[in-house]
Every structure is written in structure tokens, then in C-alpha cells.
């Protein structure tokens, strides 16, 4: 999947589209938006940060993030929130 992008242009040059499965990303849809020749998954939802996002799958799955993950997902939610104030 990508993460917290969908526009080719912020793409990894090393990232083939066609093993592109999904996208989850909390940014609008703009122009340069990944193409794909089949369906993928697709979560784009107007929360602070995809890290959120995450947080909600694991929560509504009733699953628990291992510790380095939870912490990964709280920094990245503070960066892209701006310490919750953004």
C-alpha cells in the first residue's frame, strides 16, 4: 500500500505501480493520483494523519499495535497534527 501519498510524483522511483495494492492517506485526491489497471483498496478519509487511520483498523479489528508500532503511529500523529494543535 501507499502511505500518506497518492500522487505519482511523491512516489519512490523504485515502487512499480502495478504492485500497488491500496492507498491510505489522509490527503485530498489532487492531480498526478496513482492509476491503477485494477481495483485496489482504497482509505482515504479527512482524519489529521493516515497514522489515525491505522489506529482505527487496529482498534475496530479489536487488535492491539506492538509497542514500536504504537509509538511509530503516536510520532507520526503528532508530526503531521503539529503536536495535536494543527
Known sequence: CLVDHQ???QMNPAINPDNVVGV????ALQSKTI???RPIII???PWGSMST????TFLTH???PQVNVAGMLLCAIL???LNLQG
Open 24 to 27: 491510505i492517506d489522509h490527503h
Open 53 to 56: 487511520i491505522i489506529a482505527h
Open 79 to 81: 508530526s503531521d497534527t
Open 35 to 37: 492509476v491503477t489497471d
Open 43 to 45: 482509505d482515504i478519509r
Open 62 to 64: 479489536q487488535r492491539r
Open 7 to 9: 500522487q505519482t510524483s
